[in-house]
């Protein structure tokens, strides 16, 4: 007769195990419950501090942005205003010769006119702009335009004949290269 075999009671146990544990996960002690949810409370708190740090600093990153491309725009718009109230006086000395021309002699002009010319180079002086002027020095392509090459014995080659308009250089930059006459060896 064949005997039939009751299963082993070592097979047994994991069933029973599987079936406490899943008894027992409802019904976990009330302090490691309470821990748990105090930790997540933690944790969520903290991560709602962590979120609302992270959109304050966006925030302020696009003030930031905003506030320094008005500043830009801005300084762009108004970079000419104290140059221009520089001026001012300059453009009134030149009105107040012009409206008086026909009543004044011409020693009286030219007087006037040089105070008109003295005014501007104040004014271009405040703000760093210089004369290029390069009589009698040698031709420097970054400096100068040369409009004409005149044949010259008196001076060496490559050098400034005359001067025809001054340049002008602002902080160091060219603003306008001095057109100018240059000296070349006499043709044979």
Do not use: C, W
């Amino acid at each position: 007769m064949s005997q039939v075999e009751p299963e082993s009671s070592a097979a047994q146990e994991p069933e029973i195990a599987i079936d406490q544990l899943a008894a027992g996960a409802d019904a976990a002690p009330p302090v490691q419950l309470a821990e748990l949810q105090a930790a997540l409370a933690r944790v969520e708190a903290a991560a709602g501090a962590a979120r609302e740090a992270q959109l304050r600093a966006l925030a302020e990153l696009d003030n930031v942005r905003k506030r320094a491309q008005r500043d830009i725009e801005n300084a762009q718009r108004y970079a000419l205003e104290r140059f221009a109230a520089e001026l001012l006086p300059a453009r009134d000395s030149l009105e107040l010769a012009a409206n008086s021309s026909g009543q004044t002699d011409s020693a009286s002009l030219v007087t006037g006119l040089q105070a008109t010319l003295q005014q501007l180079d104040q004014a271009f002086s405040r703000f760093s702009i210089t004369r290029v002027d390069p009589q009698g020095a040698v031709f420097d392509p970054a400096l100068h335009e040369a409009v004409l090459a005149q044949d010259s014995t008196s001076v060496s080659p490559g050098t400034v004949l005359q001067v025809l308009q001054s340049g002008y250089q602002l902080n160091g930059r060219l603003l306008r290269p001095a057109r100018v006459i240059v000296a070349r060896a006499p043709s044979a």
